[in-house]
């Protein structure tokens, strides 16, 4: 049996600095090549390989594929939900072209395995909000949620039509301390804890009462990895699966962080990433990843509170 060598697009970023050292700590350092335009932090740089480029130019992925003898490509790069609606070309334009290069190794036999990342993001205002079902009315209203949507479509029909064997999760807003969050309408709940070390304060985007999924990274990354190592039959949702961890809203969040910080106050100053916000799910039914390959999540809002205020109270000291 050939040994596996992966690469992580998108290296650098919220997930990738995170998934990026979990992988190398299972395939071992050298078998986990990252990527990005965009240098990592010093652990991914110098724990193992590193290429610079953009996944737009198919050549240099082809050469990176050789290179390395990639057999497992998972897909991070993306223009996230508030980003994207502000450079709506972009962000349909990587968000596709770099899935439909991935799909096109695999289909060709170039490699063996993808993951790509969805999002609550493929539902829309007409979905229903509460424990919103795998299979429902999906009907996203910004270009993020398009794309992730479309993006299943393929995953889907890469596999149904050519064999393909991608795996996708749609990823409820996940919050993190490693590295700063993207562009994404759920950031607030990661610059809520910075802030709230920093200026004992925090002026909200979204309104106090707008309740969204949520996850702790170390959970997202664990079903990352569990949904990979799943065997092929176990996955029989080959568009992207439902996963939930937790779900609250601004004023939540707030008082948990004041059983800390008891001097901390929130305020509220809406913008553009409300309406984003008003169109998405505010609690998900996860049952088929249960039942498929034995998804639960681990850590409540109480946890992922005390983990994020203990690590970044070491960073602001
Ligand atoms: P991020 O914005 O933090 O990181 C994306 C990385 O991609 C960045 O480091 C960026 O430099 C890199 N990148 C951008 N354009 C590139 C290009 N042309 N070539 C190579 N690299 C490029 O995003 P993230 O939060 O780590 O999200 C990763 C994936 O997970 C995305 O597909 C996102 O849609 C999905 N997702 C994330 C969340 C979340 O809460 N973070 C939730 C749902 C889905
Ligand atoms: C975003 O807010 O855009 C992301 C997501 C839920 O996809 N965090």
């Given at each position: 049996?050939?040994?596996?060598?992966?690469?992580?697009?998108?290296?650098?970023?919220?997930?990738?600095t995170e998934l990026v050292i979990q992988l190398r700590s299972v395939y071992g350092n050298s078998s986990v090549v990252a990527s990005d335009l965009k240098s990592a932090t010093k652990?991914?740089?110098?724990?193992?390989?590193?290429?610079?480029?953009?996944?737009?130019?198919?050549?240099?992925?082809?050469?990176?594929?050789?290179?390395?003898?990639?057999?497992?490509?998972?897909?991070?790069?993306?223009?996230?939900?508030?980003?994207?609606?502000?450079?709506?070309?972009?962000?349909?334009?990587?968000?596709?072209?770099?899935?439909?290069?991935?799909?096109?190794?695999?289909?060709?036999?170039?490699?063996?395995?993808?993951?790509?990342?969805?999002?609550?993001?493929?539902?829309?205002?007409?979905?229903?909000?509460?424990?919103?079902?795998?299979?429902?009315?999906?009907?996203?209203?910004?270009?993020?949620?398009?794309?992730?949507?479309?993006?299943?479509?393929?995953?889907?029909?890469?596999?149904?039509?050519?064999?393909?064997?991608?795996?996708?999760?749609?990823?409820?807003?996940?919050?993190?301390?490693?590295?700063?969050?993207?562009?994404?309408?759920?950031?607030?709940?990661?610059?809520i804890y910075h802030e709230a070390l920093k200026r004992q304060k925090y002026e909200c985007f979204l309104s106090a009462t707008t309740t969204l999924p949520m996850m702790y990274m170390?959970?997202?990354?664990?079903?990352?990895?569990?949904?990979?190592?799943?065997?092929?039959?176990?996955?029989?949702?080959?568009?992207?699966?439902?996963?939930?961890?937790?779900s609250f809203n601004p004023e939540e969040i707030a008082n948990t962080i004041k059983k800390h910080i008891p001097k901390f106050e929130m305020s509220y100053k809406l913008d553009h990433?409300?309406?984003?916000?008003?169109?998405?799910?505010?609690?998900?039914?996860?049952?088929?990843?249960?039942?498929?390959?034995?998804?639960?999540?681990?850590?409540?809002?109480?946890?992922?509170?005390?983990?994020?205020?203990?690590?970044?109270?070491?960073?602001?000291?």
């Open positions: 049996m050939t040994k596996d060598t992966i690469l992580v697009v998108g290296a650098s970023g919220q997930i990738g652990e991914i740089m110098e724990g193992g390989p590193f290429e610079n480029f953009d996944i737009m130019d198919e050549s240099r992925l082809h050469e990176v594929i050789k290179k390395h003898n990639i057999t497992q490509i998972y897909l991070l790069a993306a223009l996230l939900s508030a980003t994207a609606e502000k450079n709506i070309e972009l962000g349909w334009a990587l968000n596709m072209r770099s899935l439909s290069h991935v799909l096109d190794l695999a289909r060709y036999g170039k490699i063996k395995k993808i993951y790509w990342p969805s999002s609550i993001a493929v539902f829309g205002p007409s979905t229903p909000k509460i424990n919103t079902g795998q299979y429902t009315v999906m009907e996203p209203n910004t270009v993020y949620g398009i794309s992730k949507q479309a993006g299943e479509r393929w995953c889907e029909y890469y596999h149904n039509k050519f064999g393909v064997d991608v795996r996708s999760l749609r990823y409820p807003g996940l919050i993190s301390w490693k590295e700063k969050p993207g562009g994404g309408t759920t950031d607030y709940a990661i610059h170390s959970d997202g990354i664990r079903a990352t990895l569990e949904l990979m190592e799943a065997p092929a039959e176990k996955i029989k949702i080959r568009s992207s699966y439902n996963i939930a961890g937790i990433r409300q309406s984003i916000a008003d169109g998405w799910p505010q609690s998900i039914d996860d049952h088929f990843a249960g039942a498929h390959w034995g998804w639960k999540y681990q850590f409540d809002l109480n946890e992922i509170t005390e983990d994020m205020i203990a690590n970044l109270r070491k960073e602001y000291n």
